[in-house]
């Protein structure tokens, strides 16, 4: 019954459209307007810099913390204190995720679930696994443009992270949805080469 009841928990708060929802109360925009038409918190940070001449950290920052936020606390609540463990972290540690993606809100339709991921991993392994997707995202934003490519690699740097430090069976079964999710979401990004940014390219002349 726990596993059942922050499974339903974990849905309903990652289902919360916290981005679109700011842009409306805050900018008085739709965010799918803008960027890729994801309504998450980038393209709310890209529409509160197009309205408010870099402006948009007001409305980003609070959007990001909130979606991260939706997956690390009912997934941390039902690992270290609701009594959920093992197989039972599956079904919980993706119900956020799967919120976000398939919110209710939107038809069922919803965003890429970048913050997400960093929160449920939060809730699932602590600092070490979101630690490990944030330094390979860095990484791989640093040297070239495309997002879809940093979460591919960084998912990659997740995994290796798992598979040295935390290596369970529920967890590996966790990312996989994860990890299958994101590069959809990220397919047609993922079509393309990686472009390196200017400052890596040799110069010539």
């Known amino acids: 019954m726990n596993t059942l009841y922050w499974s339903i928990i974990g849905f309903l708060l990652g289902s919360m459209m916290f ?34 001449a870099g402006g948009g950290w007001r409305v980003g920052v609070p959007a990001a913390l909130l979606d991260y936020s939706k997956g690390a606390v009912p997934v941390a609540l039902a690992h270290y204190s609701g009594g959920v463990s093992d197989w039972g972290l599956v079904p919980v540690g993706l119900a956020p995720f799967l919120g976000h993606y398939f919110s209710p809100f939107l038809h069922f339709r919803g965003g890429k679930g970048v913050a997400v991921t960093f929160g449920l991993w939060t809730g699932l392994t602590g600092l070490g696994a979101p630690l490990a997707l944030g330094v390979t995202c860095g990484v791989l934003w640093a040297l070239q443009r495309a997002d879809g490519w940093t979460m591919f690699w960084g998912m990659a740097g997740l995994l290796a992270f798992l598979l040295l430090r935390v290596p369970a069976a529920p967890l590996f079964s966790v990312w996989m949805v994860n990890a299958a999710l994101i590069v959809w979401r990220h397919r047609r990004e993922l079509r393309d080469p990686m472009h390196l940014r200017s400052w890596h390219l040799p110069r010539t002349g």
């Open 19 to 52: 981005s679109l929802w700011l842009g409306r109360l805050v900018l008085h925009v739709d965010v799918r307007d803008f960027g890729d038409g994801n309504p998450g918190a980038g393209n709310a940070w890209r529409a509160g810099d197009a309205l408010r």
